[in-house]
């Protein structure tokens, strides 16, 4: 059937639209949508305000809405105008956008986010050096700094070395984040420890060269880690906890030469704890799904609750993953940007919106609220 230029072809149920039960939560579909950067809290509060809460809204179909990265504390910051979950403002901002994703029939986690070195002096509070395991530079990586109102990307500084009596400090805002978040009205969190940030600098061979308990030997790169887990769990309970993993990605200048010894014990320890969900980037996150010899498969053996995947899925391998018993959900990023109504779409097999990229990052409606959905675009024409 041909409607307005759109093919609505009504085909079989794919399993992306089967029900799954995630923790607390009974998920209507499969289909989740992931954290998002964009860049557009409110200047100087990093409050999340109504034009957020109006994105989120149109995206409630998702399974699951993951919600953008988001800094526990201002020091987790790395980028201009990404919100924060520290203060009473911002916990009243993000309740605007649960409150807009509840009533709309939806469910949303917030990711917590932490940059560690992947950040700028400006960005930081007293204009000090941003911290990291180790002083050790993500050469040649860029990030997003505020230039008056508008934006502008700008090289990492060098960090400073966290000293072991500061961790237990960062694993409290951890805690105070997580308690925030639930009164804000987030159904659960998702731990970011991907794409090179503070906790996958941790477990990584080339940021972090410590030399105290929390560097060297497999067991040293997981404890701190873990130790943010266990904090985030006796807050949230770990039916309400998930967490996001990019074993093999290079991105923000990571690596971690010995990536299956140190990701299939963590994984196990994470099943032990009994977390709702681990969701993995396979390959280079938003680049090539090249798993570079990792064995995803044989990862996902090591967890006893859902697998959740992500990375240049389109329908055809989300159906793929699901059907052959891999995966239980599967995340879509660049999609959700563009596509405010993804689920319907995939349903109907109709076309989808390309993203705009330069409207990524910053700026208001456009390219973040405008996306039409399928009815719009249809009484468009
Ligand atoms: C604009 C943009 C912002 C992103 N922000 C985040 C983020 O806040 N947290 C995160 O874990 N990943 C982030 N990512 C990575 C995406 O969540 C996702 O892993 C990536 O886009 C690959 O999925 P896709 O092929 O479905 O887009 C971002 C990617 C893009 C393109």
Same mark, same amino acid.
């Given at each position: 059937m041909t409607v307005c230029g759109y093919r609505y072809d009504v085909t079989q149920e794919s399993a992306l639209f089967s029900e799954f039960r995630l923790g607390r939560l009974r998920l209507p579909n499969r289909l989740v949508m992931a954290p998002l950067t964009? *860049?557009? &809290? %409110?200047?100087? %509060? *990093?409050a999340p305000h109504a034009l957020n809460a109006e994105y989120y809204r149109q995206r409630a179909s998702a399974g699951l809405i993951i919600a953008e990265a988001t800094q526990i504390s201002p020091s987790g910051k790395g980028y201009a105008w990404t919100p924060g979950i520290y203060s009473d403002e911002q916990v009243a901002g993000w309740k605007l956008v649960t409150d807009a994703v509840h009533d709309a029939g939806g469910r949303i986690f917030l990711q917590l986010w932490h940059v560690g070195r992947i950040s700028h002096r400006s960005l930081q509070p007293g204009g000090v050096a941003p911290v990291a395991p180790s002083a050790i530079q993500a050469e040649g990586q860029k990030t997003f700094i505020e230039t008056g109102t508008s934006g502008d990307f700008a090289q990492v500084d060098t960090p400073r070395a966290l000293e072991t009596s500061e961790l237990p400090g960062i694993v409290e805002d951890y805690r105070h984040a997580t308690r925030n978040a639930l009164r804000a009205g987030f159904d659960g969190v998702e731990i970011? &420890? &991907?794409?090179?940030?503070l906790l996958h600098q941790f477990l990584s061979t080339n940021a972090n060269v410590r %030399? *105290?308990?929390? +560097? +060297?030997s497999i067991e040293n790169r997981l404890r701190f880690p873990l130790e943010v887990v266990k904090a985030v769990v006796e807050i949230a309970g770990p039916d309400r906890t998930g967490i996001r993993l990019s074993p093999v990605t290079p991105a923000n200048g990571i690596e971690t030469t010995d990536a299956e010894a140190i990701f299939f014990p963590l994984v196990q320890r994470l099943s032990d704890l009994d977390l709702a969900y681990v969701h993995v980037i396979e390959g280079a996150t938003a680049g090539p799904r090249d798993l570079k010899g990792f064995d995803f498969h044989a990862l996902r053996k090591n967890f006893r609750n859902a697998w959740m995947v992500n990375n240049g899925y389109t329908k055809e391998l989300a159906d793929e993953a699901l059907a052959s018993g891999y995966a239980d959900l599967v995340c879509f990023g660049r999609p959700f940007i563009a596509n405010p109504d993804l689920p319907e779409r995939f349903r109907r097999n109709a076309s989808l919106n390309a993203p705009n990229q330069k409207t990524f990052y910053g700026g208001g409606s456009e390219g973040y609220t405008d996306y039409p959905a399928l009815k719009e675009a249809a009484a468009d024409v």
């Open positions: 964009r *860049d557009r &809290a %409110t200047h100087g %509060t *990093d970011h &420890a &991907a794409n090179g940030y %030399t *105290d308990e929390y +560097g +060297g």
